[in-house]
């Protein structure tokens, strides 16, 4: 068939839910950098990653689905879908777009930050590099505040345990995939404090639980950074931090920078001395802090 708007190329397998697609993007793309960080942060029992290839649970009209990625030769993302009606299939070409950060555009970014010495440095060592965005709204709500103050691999086992306390078996065949994950209806009153983390930080699952049945829209993609940012700390237990975060990773606001993020200042400091401010070296990076910002994360590998 040819391609939509969507940049797909779609052969479907069979009439049960199985389909098969070829996502094509811009060029460059660092995929080395985005499968790194999908498998650091795979959570136990939704999310494998194996082989170089991402596999995840997730539910699409009540019914639970399966999603397999990976890169492909000639500027394409294989995506193989099971267990979801055709009717639903283009939306979710959409949400794997933004997933992948599939439809930046590398030539833009890269020319306007490498006006900046450091950042042209670091975009030559990963052409392309991408900013993952979260699966869903409340997923990556989740996901943000577990992850408050700890490491990535402690908040994805308090991400396992949630998990398995408050998602629901998977109703498919699936190796390593056991559940998906909780919805805000499950969490919004669940019991969250024998997850093994600090009480406040507990109520702050519910809290967020709660915004999002209240407020749908309140992570929705497209929004104005500094509305979004003032909504996101009148919730409790919500920072300045958790706030950028957010809309860095779920919202796709490319110039949210969280300023107190430890790995950052670590990052820059390493780059360019103990003296490195970086709120006011990102001055320089805007409008595409948040790109920045992942090629700082993305440095401290090399360290």
Not at 208 to 233: D, I, K, M, S
């Amino acid at each position: 068939m040819p391609l939509s708007h969507l940049h797909a190329v779609h052969r479907s397998l069979s009439a049960s839910g199985q389909h098969t697609l070829w996502l094509r993007y811009p060029t460059p793309y660092h995929w080395p950098s985005t499968l790194a960080f999908l498998a650091a942060r795979c959570i136990p029992g939704i999310e494998t990653f194996r082989d170089g290839t991402y596999r995840r649970s997730f539910s699409v009209a009540g019914k639970h689905a399966m999603l397999e990625a990976r890169p492909a030769n000639g500027g394409r993302l294989f995506i193989r879908f099971s267990g979801v009606p055709a009717q639903f299939v283009p939306a979710l070409i959409s949400r794997i777009r933004r997933f992948f950060d599939l439809d930046a555009e590398p030539a833009r970014i890269d020319a306007e930050l490498s006006r900046d010495p450091l950042m042209a440095r670091l975009l030559a060592a990963r052409p392309g590099l991408r900013v993952p965005q979260g699966w869903d709204a409340c997923e990556q709500a989740m996901r943000t505040v577990l992850g408050q103050q700890i490491s990535v691999a402690g908040a994805m086992t308090l991400a396992g345990r949630l998990v398995a306390r408050h998602g629901q078996p998977l109703r498919l065949p699936a190796a390593g995939l056991t559940h998906v994950f909780p919805t805000p209806n499950a969490l919004a009153n669940a019991d969250l404090e024998n997850l093994g983390m600090p009480r406040a930080r507990a109520a702050t699952l519910g809290t967020l639980a709660r915004a999002l049945l209240a407020q749908p829209t309140l992570l929705r993609t497209g929004q104005a950074l500094e509305p979004l940012l003032a909504n996101l700390c009148r919730l409790k237990g919500i920072g300045p931090w958790s706030a950028h975060y957010l809309a860095l990773r779920q919202a796709g606001a490319v110039d949210a920078l969280p300023l107190g993020d430890v790995a950052l200042v670590k990052a820059l400091r390493l780059l360019e001395g103990p003296d490195a401010q970086l709120a006011e070296r990102a001055l320089a990076w805007r409008p595409w802090r948040a790109y920045a910002a992942q090629h700082l994360w993305a440095s401290l590998a090399d360290k």
